[in-house]
Every structure is written in structure tokens, then in C-alpha cells.
């Protein structure tokens, strides 16, 4: 009984702090915890409460004898406007990419660390990914996330592997950090990176990163396809170098005008 209650609690806490969000976000101007309270329809106290909590997480933000939006909130809303221009931007050629080669193929962003599918164009054979839009996972195992580690500053990965670690995921997983950092560099010299079976028995691929108008890491995009019709050969030679005309295309639709994404140390 206690728990269900205190999981109501938390839940009623979630939508107060929304509807103090939703509030603020259609005021256009600052609110005091008076007008939030009456707006609401929430006691004064516990709108200071919430208010100290969504200002400690940079959701709300102090303005004279008022709130407003926080940055973290602003930041968010870019970030998903972001993930929308990619996957419009990337689609089509997503879907070229899937035709040319008959392999499945991703896009995928970082998020705190770790890869995110944000679209998916499957293969029209008959084996199917364990993908789908929305999952998560790890970085340094998967070609999407190797890719977009490759283009990071260097205190950001370490940073990345203090915080998830480098677990195994099957046999050829990469889980040292020096074995990393030399796979990091091969991939800038070449422009694309591998999972040569590092995420999930059985599978390889093929990824390239996505930079928008700023030269910052977008996203990547992917092959990916049975060891049966993905040989270590066939990645380098033919699904690399069109895995990487593909993000480019994508990063120039978004702005970037970059030099090339290989040849780099």
C-alpha cells in the first residue's frame, strides 16, 4: 500500500510539473509562483517545491520576481527539431542506400553516450534486425557509435567510457580503452567505421558520421546485414566507401561544408 502510494505521489508530481511547463511555455512572459499556483490550480508551496527541483535541473529558470523557460527545455526542443531535419533530410537517401546495397540501413544520433536509432530502412530479404527506432545502445560496440566517437573531441569519449564502461558484448567487443583509440583513429583515416560482429553474433556493419552546419557530430549512417552477405571484404572495399557518400550527402543537405571525412589522423 505504501509503495502504490508513494508511486501515485510521484506521478502526480510529474503532471504538476508538466502543467507548471505548459504554463510557463504559453504565458510568454514570466510567471510568479502566485500566478503558476492559481494557473494550475496547485498549491503555493508545492509550486516552490517543484520550482527549486525544475531549477536545479536548468528546466525553469529565475527572471525578477518571476519564472520562465530554462535553457535545458530550450535545449531539448532544438535537439528533437534536429532529429526531425535529419530524418527528413536522410530518408530518401537512406532509402537509396538500402536499394543499392540490399542491406539494412540506420541513422542513428548520440544521446548521453549512447547510440539511438531515429530511423530504420530494413532489407528486402528475408533476415530481419533486431533494431528499431528508439532503442539504445552502446557506442563503442556498434559502427554508428564508433563512428560518431570518431569525430568527438577525446575528453568527451573518455568521459563517455567513464560513464558506460566498455562492456562485452560478444567475443570481438572492443573493451580497452587504448584498443578504442586506435580504432577511433583508423576510422578517421578511412571514413567509416566497422563492427566487425562487436554488437550482436552474426551481424556486421558498415557506419559513417553526419555533421550539420556547425561541423559538429549529427548522427551516422549505417549497413547492416548478416555475416553471410557482409564479409570483411565486401565492408571495406564496396559498403564503406558508399556508406560514406551517403553521410556526406546527408551532411550537406544539413549545411556542413567540410572537407572530405577521411584522410584524418
Same mark, same amino acid.
Given at each position: 500500500?505504501?509503495?502504490?502510494?508513494?508511486?501515485?505521489?510521484?506521478?502526480q508530481?510529474?503532471?504538476?510539473?508538466?502543467?507548471?511547463?505548459?504554463?510557463?511555455? !504559453?504565458? #510568454?512572459?514570466?510567471?510568479?509562483?502566485?500566478?503558476?499556483?492559481?494557473?494550475?490550480?496547485?498549491?503555493?508551496?508545492?509550486?516552490?517545491?517543484?520550482?527549486?527541483?525544475?531549477?536545479?535541473?536548468?528546466?525553469?529558470?529565475?527572471?525578477?520576481?518571476?519564472?520562465?523557460?530554462?535553457?535545458?527545455?530550450?535545449?531539448?526542443?532544438?535537439?528533437?527539431?534536429?532529429?526531425? !531535419?535529419?530524418?527528413?533530410?536522410?530518408?530518401p537517401i537512406?532509402?537509396?542506400?538500402?536499394?543499392?546495397t540490399? !542491406?539494412?540501413?540506420?541513422?542513428?544520433?548520440?544521446?548521453?553516450?549512447?547510440?539511438?536509432?531515429?530511423?530504420?530502412?530494413?532489407?528486402?530479404?528475408?533476415?530481419?534486425?533486431?533494431?528499431?527506432?528508439?532503442?539504445? *545502445?552502446?557506442?563503442?560496440?556498434?559502427?554508428? #557509435?564508433?563512428a560518431?566517437?570518431?569525430?568527438?573531441?577525446?575528453?568527451?569519449?573518455?568521459?563517455?567510457?567513464?560513464?558506460?564502461?566498455?562492456?562485452?558484448?560478444?567475443?570481438?567487443?572492443?573493451?580497452?580503452?587504448?584498443?578504442? *583509440?586506435?580504432?577511433?583513429?583508423?576510422?578517421?583515416?578511412?571514413?567509416?567505421?566497422?563492427?566487425?560482429?562487436?554488437?550482436?553474433?552474426?551481424?556486421?556493419?558498415?557506419?559513417?558520421?553526419?555533421?550539420?552546419?556547425?561541423?559538429?557530430?549529427?548522427?551516422?549512417?549505417?549497413?547492416s #546485414?548478416?555475416?553471410?552477405?557482409?564479409?570483411?571484404?565486401?565492408?571495406?572495399?564496396?559498403? #564503406?566507401?558508399?556508406?560514406?557518400?551517403?553521410?556526406?550527402?546527408?551532411?550537406?543537405?544539413?549545411?556542413?561544408?567540410?572537407?572530405?571525412?577521411?584522410?584524418?589522423?
Amino acid at each position: 500500500m505504501k509503495a502504490r502510494s508513494r508511486t501515485r505521489a510521484g506521478v502526480q508530481s510529474v503532471e504538476r510539473a508538466a502543467a507548471m511547463l505548459r504554463a510557463l511555455g !504559453e504565458a #510568454g512572459r514570466p510567471l510568479t509562483p502566485a500566478e503558476i499556483s492559481a494557473r494550475i490550480g496547485v498549491p503555493r508551496p508545492t509550486v516552490y517545491r517543484l520550482l527549486e527541483s525544475l531549477a536545479r535541473e536548468g528546466l525553469v529558470t529565475p527572471m525578477g520576481r518571476g519564472f520562465t523557460i530554462g535553457a535545458a527545455v530550450l535545449w531539448l526542443a532544438a535537439r528533437r527539431l534536429e532529429q526531425l !531535419e535529419l530524418r527528413t533530410v536522410g530518408r530518401p537517401i537512406l532509402q537509396e542506400l538500402r536499394d543499392r546495397t540490399g !542491406e539494412t540501413v540506420h541513422l542513428a544520433v548520440l544521446e548521453s553516450g549512447q547510440v539511438v536509432y531515429v530511423e530504420k530502412v530494413e532489407s528486402p530479404g528475408p533476415i530481419r534486425m533486431a533494431s528499431m527506432v528508439g532503442r539504445i *545502445f552502446p557506442a563503442h560496440s556498434t559502427a554508428l #557509435g564508433k563512428a560518431m566517437l570518431a569525430y568527438l573531441p577525446t575528453e568527451q569519449v573518455e568521459e563517455i567510457i567513464r560513464r558506460h564502461g566498455l562492456p562485452q558484448r560478444t567475443p570481438n567487443t572492443i573493451t580497452d580503452p587504448g584498443r578504442l *583509440f586506435e580504432e577511433l583513429s583508423l576510422i578517421r583515416t578511412r571514413g567509416f567505421s566497422i563492427d566487425n560482429v562487436e554488437n550482436e553474433e552474426g551481424i556486421r556493419c558498415v557506419g559513417a558520421p553526419v555533421f550539420d552546419h556547425t561541423g559538429a557530430v549529427a548522427g551516422a549512417v549505417s549497413i547492416s #546485414g548478416s555475416v553471410a552477405t557482409i564479409s570483411l571484404e565486401r565492408a571495406r572495399r564496396e559498403l #564503406g566507401p558508399l556508406v560514406r557518400e551517403a553521410a556526406e550527402r546527408i551532411s550537406r543537405a544539413l549545411g556542413w561544408s567540410g572537407a572530405p571525412l577521411w584522410g584524418r589522423k
